[in-house]
């Protein structure tokens, strides 16, 4: 299982590469949802760490997919 971050911020994908993390960044609303139903279909995901911004876009697909009790667990990020 490894982590997925999910951000629309350059610098925060810099971060996490360097520390060997896959990230995506993402430059439009509709990508940000695309990333983030792929990464909860994914079954190599087993964190997905998400910007605020990322996070409040996907509000719906997040909800269900949380109550369902299932990986990947979903974590923000504070900025």
Do not use: W
Request: charged letters at 25%; proline letters at 1%; one cysteine or more.
């Amino acid at each position: 299982m490894k982590y997925l971050v999910i951000t629309e911020k350059n610098d925060v994908v810099s971060g996490f590469q360097a520390m060997e993390v896959e990230s995506v960044l993402v430059h439009s609303d509709k990508e940000a949802l695309d990333a983030v139903c792929d990464a909860i279909k994914s079954r190599t995901v087993g964190t997905l760490v998400l910007s605020k911004h990322v996070k409040e876009i996907s509000e719906s697909v997040l909800k269900k997919h949380i109550e369902s009790g299932r990986l990947p667990f979903i974590m923000t990020l504070l900025s």
